[in-house]
Each structure stands twice: as C-alpha cells, then as structure tokens.
C-alpha cells in the first residue's frame, strides 16, 4: 500500500518534471484543454443549458486522446468513463469541467461524477465510500491512479488527483499540478454543468 501527502506544484520547472514522471508532457494537456474551450465556444445561448458542459466535456476527452496518445498511452473507456490510460504506468487520465482551477482550495466539479466515476477513480483505495480520511495522508491500495485534466472557463487548467467521494463530487485533491492560469481568456458563461447519471454519458441506442 503507497501512501501520498498531498502536494501542489505551482512551479513550472517542477511542475514539468512530475509530469515527465507521469510520462505527460504540459504542452500536450493544455493543448487538450484548448480543445475543451473549442467546444465550449461553440455553444450559444440558443442552446440548450447543459450544451457548453457537454461539448467541452467531449471535446476535452478528444482532446487528450488526439494530443496524447501514442508512445505508452492509450484508448480508455470504462462503466460509461473516457479518457486514456497508460498501462505501464498504471495511470488513467480523465477530463473534468470544473469551477475554479488553480486556485487556493480544491476544484470541484461543474457536475456531479457518475457511479462508474466513482469506481474508476476510486478503484479499490477505501474499504468503504465515506469513509473520513486523514487530510495529511492518504492510502492508495489499488493498481491505478486516475487523475483528471480540469478546466475552468477562465481557461486555467491542472492535473489532479482526486478522490471522488460517494455523491458525485471531489473529496478532496491529494495531489495537483498547476498547467495554466488561463488570466488571458475572457470569461464567457452559457452554462458548463455536463449531463449527469449513474454513469458518465453512457448513452444507449436500441433499433426501432
């Protein structure tokens, strides 16, 4: 079992270097956190409320597969889950809409994450779901670690790891590193709330 203090790495040089260790690179996320705001541009007001939230919810998780993949990194897809994943590695990276990033608390998700969110990140780590952890450490016991690429609509991004408590949102953060403050993007708000469900966009399709 590894045990992790939490940390936040807002230094470049630093920040760089932990993300070499994940084999990520912080060009190739916010290039996928780009294509997050992309999508979110293309949502107007005439749309329905959740529509900026589904596309940058889509077109984040493109956007870590297409600047991404490649090399040890991977296709995931799970319990209705996207991202990508690195098997040597034993990581998996998600995409999250969230209120703030970078900033001095926790991100916490625009919407809440579904069950399989839950399971996918949480892995096997806790014995039960709500259990109160100890803020200076936390236990990881599973294979995986699942962290998220989150962005806000200031355009500021980071990579996390987070733990998804049972109800749908982040517990807390036991490691984050600060990719882009996002202070150039001007704020646009049509509404960034992602569908919800029991699993994350697990559509069904059945013939007629």
């Not at 979110?40 to 984040?60: C, E, I, K, Q, V």
């Not at 990194?73 to 703030?100: D, K, P």
Request: charged letters at 25%.
């Amino acid at each position: 079992m590894e045990s992790i203090r939490p940390t936040t790495t807002t230094d470049t040089e630093e920040g760089d270097l932990r993300l070499s260790e994940l084999g990520l690179e912080r060009h190739r996320l916010i290039a996928a956190g780009h294509h997050a705001l992309a999508g979110r541009a293309n949502a107007s007001p005439l749309h329905p409320a959740n529509t900026a939230g589904f596309f940058s919810y889509a077109d984040g998780v493109k956007g870590l597969r297409a600047e991404n993949m490649g090399a040890n990194w991977q296709f995931f897809r799970s319990e209705g889950v996207e991202g990508i994943c690195n098997e040597e590695l034993n990581l998996r990276v998600l995409f999250a809409n969230v209120h703030v990033a970078c900033g001095p608390t926790d991100p916490q998700a625009r919407s809440k994450k579904g069950a399989g969110s839950e399971r996918v990140a949480c892995g096997d780590m806790f014995e039960a779901a709500g259990v109160e952890l100890p803020v200076s450490v936390v236990k990881f016991s599973g294979d995986y670690k699942t962290y998220y690429l989150m962005v806000d609509q200031n355009g500021a991004m980071e990579l996390s790891l987070p733990i998804v408590k049972a109800g749908g949102n982040f517990l807390r953060c036991v490691e984050r590193i600060f990719l882009i403050d996002g202070n150039d993007l001007d704020e646009i708000d049509f509404g960034l709330d992602e569908p919800a469900g029991e699993s994350d966009l697990d559509f069904v399709v059945t013939r007629k």
